[in-house]
């Protein structure tokens, strides 16, 4: 069974910097993407980023590109977001998900199939 588990969410200062982690397990091989989202109370959940776990190609959406990274670590089967610059827009419950590969018009994953528990950012200003 595929499992995604978040860590790494907090409080922090507008400005300041987070990192967050999305170990997965259960996979057979690594023909797989994991994306990144947020979900803000009262809005709707927005695709941030994606990473392709195969060959490490990442994509992202404007509003983080630049002040967010998608990294991996193969052998600790953890993909990574770090996050700088913070700003209070940014408070949301953070989800990463498991698809089939990445969509890079879209830069999420295509055809999820596992969600994570989230984790929660909160940006004080």
């Known amino acids: 069974e595929v499992q995604l588990v978040e860590s790494g969410g907090g409080l922090v200062q507008a400005g300041g910097s987070l990192r967050l982690s999305c170990a997965a397990s259960g996979f057979t091989s690594s023909d797989y993407a994991i994306g990144w989202f947020r979900q803000a109370p009262g809005l709707e959940r927005e695709v941030m980023s994606c990473?392709?776990?195969?060959?490490?190609?990442?994509y992202y959406g404007d509003a983080v590109k630049g002040r967010f990274t998608v990294s991996l670590d193969n052998a600790k089967n953890t993909v990574y977001l770090q996050m700088n610059n913070l700003k209070p827009d940014d408070t949301a419950a953070y989800y990463c998900a498991a698809g089939e590969y990445c969509s890079g018009a879209y830069y999420t994953p295509v055809r999820i199939y596992s969600w994570g528990q989230g984790t929660q950012v909160t940006v004080s200003s």
């Open positions: 990473i392709s776990v195969s060959d490490g190609r990442t």
